[in-house]
């Protein structure tokens, strides 16, 4: 067993990324999507380091009266300032939902390449048990657990992490199944490759096309998850600023400020799109290095 | 030949192709000006291994181009050139003229019939889309003609089977009848024979011959085999890189051929004389010491002295020179004890018993279905429901590899048949064949890759491919990167389970080459498994027939060949193709 290390350090899981990379980028709509996506996360990720210099405000500071002019966008239901609360409030929606999605891609991944590989009865059985799971609906078990577990960080990202995997798991299965009929998976268990590391050497760099398609769409819908919850009122608490949380709290001001709700609805619309078209064109990329290699 | 052409139309031809090119879509040129003439009731066969542009010529033909290719320029008439030149009809012309006057016949016939459409009713659909006959009644008298003119039965219950229900050679001639439905001038045949077992090839290649003379069809036969070209073609043409290097009847291109290239493939050849020297190795069938056979099945560890250095010599061979150890050997090195494996009601292998000495190479040969594949993959330990007993040097195997000690797990080696499979294309060729070593505990990586280079170096693919992925490599190198893989650690028997059945002819030969340089160099066991016979005298010393899971003919090479016991070995060698 000494050799694990070894080879796991050997065999970065995606094998040929500047090649998948190099042939998504050249998409137009990849870059389009690229631009997109790029300033949005800049907008989120440098937003919290930039209140109180460039706005004069934190996010939680009240500047003036409800629903004035006052500031850049205005001011919010409290009297904060909108751009202050808009510059803070992606972050975490960001960060939520990248980590719900990698939560939901490792178990999910984990458990569909087990369920192909095994075949037969635990095959059944793991895959029986995803359906039911699938039968839940997603915004219903999330409304569930964090009722009842109360909304923290973690149940947020945990819940939605766990709501993902199944549909992960069954993409996962059949992208496997295509893979271990091959013979180099055989050529590997006639040389008594543990398991596991078949499943990591030999089917995973094999996957990452159909992966990498399911990872950007599961991101997707995290941001729209997580934005939804929060402005349900389950996601982020106020008096944090967080974008689905502002529209829930700017809306009904609607006509006399828009800004609350037009500046997170747009960030949040153009990083779903962003994400979508990178998405899309990855699935592009990899549909036709898949073609080019059956020969 | 030319005698039956001498009907009502010696003139005239019946496909004229001029100056055929056809490029990439990058732009690269694929076909550089392919010029040839198909005249009717006669078969012209365009020869070449794989990427030599046959396949692109020939759908050229029908003006049809794949995708990825540009569309060609040059001419193709048909027959009088009232039709105009093919390749530039528009799309709505050309479905009109294909299948009705020029018909095509795929290589796989199971992935070209539809699968949810009764055989007769495919048939009359194509007769339909062409309306041929006035009414369905006329068409379906058409197809019970056809059904019966390729050798099937035509009665309705027959045309209401289903593609499943027919066999790989019976779906083929389906294919045919299809294809002569509508009584097409001319036809073009993309190795319609190439998956089917030899003695449905003969059946199939003699149906194609015979409709071909009694319709006055000109065929385009493209095939690798050339050995079918002699059964079938009246003229040859020999491509090699997008060229026809020589064209000529075939009597003339097969027998006398003038370009090298014609000669270089001619000689890869394998021949079932054994007469023909494939490869720059000598067949190792008289050269090696050969071991007295002892009874079917019971091991002879009477014998004291197992050696005939003399008896099985080619001509002009001089006996090798026998190592004492080997004469002192006295255990097999594999014994087969009664193995049996059924799924369920159905015996994929009855009973089989033989046993191999070390340092001696025998050949498995059977028809799909045979259960060759099986067997080779017990031995290995890859299916492990299998019943009785496999023994190395005297010692009870365990059934699966999982369950073996890591000693006996690098004593048998198994080269899979697919090199575009056996290989992952996400590793690095070094990595691939270090899977071996890694798992029989050789952990540093230095040590590794000496010892990965050095199998590399003895399937002559040296250092430079070891850090290249098998997508960058022919499938000749990637045959001998997965054999490398199997050579790493130093094996006492090679299982090859088909390992050449993928390739062309000319690297079959150096694969062949290889594999007899490493078993005499190495004294290594050889399990050669295959469906062509004509390999035998090539590779092996021993030859066991297996038929239904069992071994009907077993013996040395020779004897096997020259004096077939049973029934089926008999049959196997009358159908065997040859071209002298």
Redesign the interface.
Same mark, same amino acid.
């Given at each position: 067993m000494s050799t694990v290390e070894e080879v796991v350090a050997q065999d970065p899981v995606v094998a040929r990324p500047p090649r998948l990379l190099a042939r998504m980028m050249r998409q137009p709509q990849a870059k389009l999507g690229m631009v997109l996506t790029l300033v949005v996360m800049f907008l989120a990720l440098a937003g919290p380091l930039l209140t109180p210099w460039l706005t004069g405000h934190t996010s939680t500071e009240f500047t003036g009266r409800p629903f004035t002019d006052i500031g850049i966008f205005g001011t919010d239901n409290l009297g904060r300032d909108v751009f202050s609360r808009f510059l803070d409030g992606g972050l975490r929606l960001i960060v939520y939902a990248a980590l719900a999605t990698a939560l939901g891609m490792v178990v999910g991944v984990a458990v569909g390449m087990t369920a192909a590989y095994s075949g037969g009865r635990v095959d059944a059985l793991i895959m029986r048990g995803n359906d039911v799971l699938l039968a839940l609906p997603q915004l219903v078990f999330a409304l569930l657990a964090i009722t009842v577990l109360g909304p923290q960080g973690w149940v947020l990202v945990v819940v939605i992490g766990i709501t993902h995997a199944p549909r992960i798991a069954r993409v996962t299965r059949s992208a496997t199944a295509a893979v271990i009929t091959e013979d180099y998976i055989r050529a590997s268990e006639m040389y008594a490759v543990p398991k596991w590391k078949i499943l990591l050497t030999e089917v995973l760099p094999n996957i990452t096309g159909p992966l990498m398609v399911e990872l950007g769409l599961r991101m997707t819908y995290s941001i729209g998850f997580v934005a939804a919850l929060s402005f349900l009122g389950l996601g982020m608490q106020p008096p944090t600023a967080d974008w689905g949380l502002m529209i829930n709290e700017s809306r009904i001001a609607l006509v006399v400020q828009p800004w609350g709700v037009l500046l997170p609805v747009a960030a949040i619309a153009v990083l779903t799109v962003g994400t979508n078209l990178l998405t899309d064109s990855l699935a592009r990329a990899s549909a036709d290095m898949n073609v080019g290699n059956k020969k | 030949m030319t005698t039956n052409t001498m009907d009502h139309d010696s003139v005239a031809s019946a496909l004229c192709a001029t100056d055929v090119r056809v490029q990439t879509d990058a732009g690269v040129e694929i076909l550089h000006g392919v010029s040839f003439t198909l005249q009717p009731g006669r078969i012209l066969a365009l020869v070449g291994e794989s990427g030599s542009g046959k396949t692109t010529a020939g759908l050229a033909c029908m003006g049809h181009f794949r995708q990825g290719l540009a569309k060609g320029t040059g001419t193709v008439h048909l027959g009088d050139g009232e039709m105009g030149n093919i390749l530039e009809l528009p799309a709505a012309q050309l479905r009109g003229l294909r299948g009705k006057t020029i018909s095509y016949v795929p290589q796989d016939p199971a992935l070209s019939l539809n699968p949810s459409m009764r055989i007769g009713e495919q048939i009359t659909e194509t007769l339909r889309v062409h309306r041929v006959g006035a009414t369905d009644a006329e068409r379906r008298l058409r197809v019970t003609e056809v059904l019966a003119e390729v050798g099937l039965a035509n009665d309705p219950a027959y045309q209401r089977r289903y593609p499943h229900q027919l066999s790989g050679g019976q779906q083929q001639r389906v294919g045919i009848a299809m294809a002569f439905a509508c009584r097409p001038s001319v036809i073009v045949l993309d190795e319609p024979t190439t998956g089917l077992d030899v003695t449905t090839q003969a059946v199939v290649l003699r149906t194609i011959d015979e409709l071909a003379a009694r319709h006055q069809v000109a065929g385009l036969y493209i095939t690798h085999d050339l050995a079918v070209v002699a059964e079938i073609a009246d003229e040859v043409a020999v491509m090699l890189e997008g060229d026809i290097v020589e064209h000529g009847a075939t009597d003339q291109v097969l027998f006398a051929p003038q370009h090298s290239y014609t000669r270089r493939l001619l000689a890869a050849v394998p021949d079932l004389a054994g007469k023909r020297r494939v490869g720059q190795v000598e067949a190792i069938t008289g050269e090696q010491p050969l071991i007295v056979p002892g009874p079917h099945g019971i091991p002879d560890s009477t014998s004291t002295t197992p050696l005939v250095d003399d008896a099985k010599l080619l001509p002009g061979t001089m006996p090798r020179t026998t190592p004492a150890d080997t004469a002192a050997e006295t255990t097999p090195l594999l014994r087969l004890r009664d193995l049996s494996l059924s799924y369920g009601q159905h015996k994929v292998l009855d009973g089989i018993d033989f046993q191999l000495r070390e340092g001696e190479s025998m050949m498995l040969l059977g028809e799909s279905g045979s259960g060759k594949t099986t067997l080779s993959r017990c031995v290995?330990? +890859?299916n492990d429901a299998y019943t009785g007993s496999i023994e190395l040097f005297g010692e009870q195997l365990a059934t699966g590899? #999982?369950s !073996?000690s890591?000693e006996d =797990?690098r004593r048998i080696q198994?080269v &899979?048949?697919?090199p &575009?499979?056996? +290989?992952?294309? =996400? #590793?690095t060729i070094a990595?691939?064949v270090g899977?071996?070593l890694?798992?029989s505990g050789i952990?540093d990586?230095h040590r590794r890759r000496m010892l990965v280079l050095e199998a590399l170096d003895q399937v002559r693919l040296g250092e430079r491919f070891m850090d290249r #992925?098998p997508?960058d490599l022919s499938g000749g190198e990637r045959q001998r990167a997965a054999i490398a !893989?199997a050579l790493v650690n130093a094996p006492s028997l090679l299982v090859c389970d088909e390992i050449t059945s993928a390739l062309d002819v000319s690297v079959q030969a150096s694969i062949l080459d290889l594999l007899r340089t490493l078993q005499t160099d190495h004294n290594m066991s050889m399990l050669f498994v295959t469906h062509n016979i004509a390999l035998a005298r090539h590779i092996s010393q021993r030859l066991a027939v297996l038929q239904k899971g069992k071994i009907v003919d077993f013996g040395t090479t020779d004897d096997v060949l020259n004096n077939p016991q049973h029934s089926y070995t008999q049959e196997l060698l009358a159908n065997v193709p040859a071209f002298d």
């Amino acid at each position: 067993m000494s050799t694990v290390e070894e080879v796991v350090a050997q065999d970065p899981v995606v094998a040929r990324p500047p090649r998948l990379l190099a042939r998504m980028m050249r998409q137009p709509q990849a870059k389009l999507g690229m631009v997109l996506t790029l300033v949005v996360m800049f907008l989120a990720l440098a937003g919290p380091l930039l209140t109180p210099w460039l706005t004069g405000h934190t996010s939680t500071e009240f500047t003036g009266r409800p629903f004035t002019d006052i500031g850049i966008f205005g001011t919010d239901n409290l009297g904060r300032d909108v751009f202050s609360r808009f510059l803070d409030g992606g972050l975490r929606l960001i960060v939520y939902a990248a980590l719900a999605t990698a939560l939901g891609m490792v178990v999910g991944v984990a458990v569909g390449m087990t369920a192909a590989y095994s075949g037969g009865r635990v095959d059944a059985l793991i895959m029986r048990g995803n359906d039911v799971l699938l039968a839940l609906p997603q915004l219903v078990f999330a409304l569930l657990a964090i009722t009842v577990l109360g909304p923290q960080g973690w149940v947020l990202v945990v819940v939605i992490g766990i709501t993902h995997a199944p549909r992960i798991a069954r993409v996962t299965r059949s992208a496997t199944a295509a893979v271990i009929t091959e013979d180099y998976i055989r050529a590997s268990e006639m040389y008594a490759v543990p398991k596991w590391k078949i499943l990591l050497t030999e089917v995973l760099p094999n996957i990452t096309g159909p992966l990498m398609v399911e990872l950007g769409l599961r991101m997707t819908y995290s941001i729209g998850f997580v934005a939804a919850l929060s402005f349900l009122g389950l996601g982020m608490q106020p008096p944090t600023a967080d974008w689905g949380l502002m529209i829930n709290e700017s809306r009904i001001a609607l006509v006399v400020q828009p800004w609350g709700v037009l500046l997170p609805v747009a960030a949040i619309a153009v990083l779903t799109v962003g994400t979508n078209l990178l998405t899309d064109s990855l699935a592009r990329a990899s549909a036709d290095m898949n073609v080019g290699n059956k020969k | 030949m030319t005698t039956n052409t001498m009907d009502h139309d010696s003139v005239a031809s019946a496909l004229c192709a001029t100056d055929v090119r056809v490029q990439t879509d990058a732009g690269v040129e694929i076909l550089h000006g392919v010029s040839f003439t198909l005249q009717p009731g006669r078969i012209l066969a365009l020869v070449g291994e794989s990427g030599s542009g046959k396949t692109t010529a020939g759908l050229a033909c029908m003006g049809h181009f794949r995708q990825g290719l540009a569309k060609g320029t040059g001419t193709v008439h048909l027959g009088d050139g009232e039709m105009g030149n093919i390749l530039e009809l528009p799309a709505a012309q050309l479905r009109g003229l294909r299948g009705k006057t020029i018909s095509y016949v795929p290589q796989d016939p199971a992935l070209s019939l539809n699968p949810s459409m009764r055989i007769g009713e495919q048939i009359t659909e194509t007769l339909r889309v062409h309306r041929v006959g006035a009414t369905d009644a006329e068409r379906r008298l058409r197809v019970t003609e056809v059904l019966a003119e390729v050798g099937l039965a035509n009665d309705p219950a027959y045309q209401r089977r289903y593609p499943h229900q027919l066999s790989g050679g019976q779906q083929q001639r389906v294919g045919i009848a299809m294809a002569f439905a509508c009584r097409p001038s001319v036809i073009v045949l993309d190795e319609p024979t190439t998956g089917l077992d030899v003695t449905t090839q003969a059946v199939v290649l003699r149906t194609i011959d015979e409709l071909a003379a009694r319709h006055q069809v000109a065929g385009l036969y493209i095939t690798h085999d050339l050995a079918v070209v002699a059964e079938i073609a009246d003229e040859v043409a020999v491509m090699l890189e997008g060229d026809i290097v020589e064209h000529g009847a075939t009597d003339q291109v097969l027998f006398a051929p003038q370009h090298s290239y014609t000669r270089r493939l001619l000689a890869a050849v394998p021949d079932l004389a054994g007469k023909r020297r494939v490869g720059q190795v000598e067949a190792i069938t008289g050269e090696q010491p050969l071991i007295v056979p002892g009874p079917h099945g019971i091991p002879d560890s009477t014998s004291t002295t197992p050696l005939v250095d003399d008896a099985k010599l080619l001509p002009g061979t001089m006996p090798r020179t026998t190592p004492a150890d080997t004469a002192a050997e006295t255990t097999p090195l594999l014994r087969l004890r009664d193995l049996s494996l059924s799924y369920g009601q159905h015996k994929v292998l009855d009973g089989i018993d033989f046993q191999l000495r070390e340092g001696e190479s025998m050949m498995l040969l059977g028809e799909s279905g045979s259960g060759k594949t099986t067997l080779s993959r017990c031995v290995a330990g +890859l299916n492990d429901a299998y019943t009785g007993s496999i023994e190395l040097f005297g010692e009870q195997l365990a059934t699966g590899t #999982r369950s !073996r000690s890591s000693e006996d =797990r690098r004593r048998i080696q198994y080269v &899979f048949q697919s090199p &575009f499979s056996s +290989l992952n294309p =996400r #590793r690095t060729i070094a990595e691939s064949v270090g899977v071996p070593l890694q798992m029989s505990g050789i952990n540093d990586k230095h040590r590794r890759r000496m010892l990965v280079l050095e199998a590399l170096d003895q399937v002559r693919l040296g250092e430079r491919f070891m850090d290249r #992925r098998p997508g960058d490599l022919s499938g000749g190198e990637r045959q001998r990167a997965a054999i490398a !893989r199997a050579l790493v650690n130093a094996p006492s028997l090679l299982v090859c389970d088909e390992i050449t059945s993928a390739l062309d002819v000319s690297v079959q030969a150096s694969i062949l080459d290889l594999l007899r340089t490493l078993q005499t160099d190495h004294n290594m066991s050889m399990l050669f498994v295959t469906h062509n016979i004509a390999l035998a005298r090539h590779i092996s010393q021993r030859l066991a027939v297996l038929q239904k899971g069992k071994i009907v003919d077993f013996g040395t090479t020779d004897d096997v060949l020259n004096n077939p016991q049973h029934s089926y070995t008999q049959e196997l060698l009358a159908n065997v193709p040859a071209f002298d």
